[in-house]
């Protein structure tokens, strides 16, 4: 079957540096998604990585090993406002999204 | 300023109703989504839709239906609410063509039915 694993809940302090792993095994591979969603809102999408390597994106960077089925997801200079879940999807090789749990971040001040 | 709409946003409903929950989006996106999502779980797709007059089954879409007359409307019919179908109900959109295939989410319409 098709699985996507994330902590279920991290905690970390504002200013710090936190990282949100993600492991999966699908069926193909078509690329890695990382979505926010502030409690009662829509996800929004934060990043996509198709190829090896880190993406980065202000205080967001994304990292990709597809050998390994591994993802990271690290957010730097964290602000109370980072408090959010954050799901990881995996796109598979018939190009439908499998998602993660999501992982439940709180920024303590 | 939201792109995609969904009403309603709350429903309180009596098992055996019939409820439609309706979604919008203004971007002329080709491609449209409803997913279920209960608190820590992952979302789970109920339907989806290439375009007009195109419908298609995810995992949880034994009891609901969907129709796509309009490119930017898409609403999702359940012909006789259960308890078990209280949950949240996220429409999304994307682009057909495209590599990433990025969604962009509603609001979310949350229901319980007693």
């Known amino acids: 079957g098709q699985n996507i694993d994330q902590p279920t809940e991290m905690t970390a302090t504002e200013g710090a540096i936190v990282q949100i792993n993600c492991t999966y095994q699908t069926s193909g591979f078509n690329g890695l998604f990382w979505y926010q969603q502030h409690a009662g809102e829509a996800p929004t999408f934060l990043s996509y990585n198709v190829l090896d390597g880190l993406e980065e994106k202000g205080r967001f960077s994304s990292f990709l090993s597809r050998s390994k089925g591994y993802s990271y997801l690290l957010l730097k200079e964290l602000q109370m406002k980072d408090s959010a879940s954050y799901l990881c999807a995996v796109m598979d090789s018939n190009y439908q999204l499998i998602w993660g749990a999501g992982t439940k971040l709180i920024i303590k001040p | 300023e939201a792109d995609i709409y969904q009403t309603p946003r709350y429903l309180v409903i009596g098992t055996g109703k019939k409820i439609t929950l309706e979604c919008s989006q203004t971007?002329?996106?080709?491609?449209m989504y409803w997913y279920q999502q209960d608190p820590g779980m992952e979302l789970h797709l109920i339907h989806y839709?290439?375009?007009?007059?195109?419908?298609e089954k995810g995992d949880l879409s034994s009891e609901s239906t969907v129709s796509r007359i309009r490119t930017e409307h898409f609403p999702l019919t359940l012909e006789s609410a259960r308890p078990s179908h209280t949950s949240q109900y996220l429409c999304?959109?994307?682009?057909?063509?495209?590599?990433?295939?990025?969604?962009?989410f509603g609001a979310g319409s949350r229901l319980t039915v007693l």
């Open positions: 999304a959109s994307s682009v057909l063509a495209g590599e990433t295939n990025v969604l962009t």
């Open positions: 839709s290439y375009g007009v007059n195109s419908t």
């Open positions: 971007m002329g996106h080709d491609k």
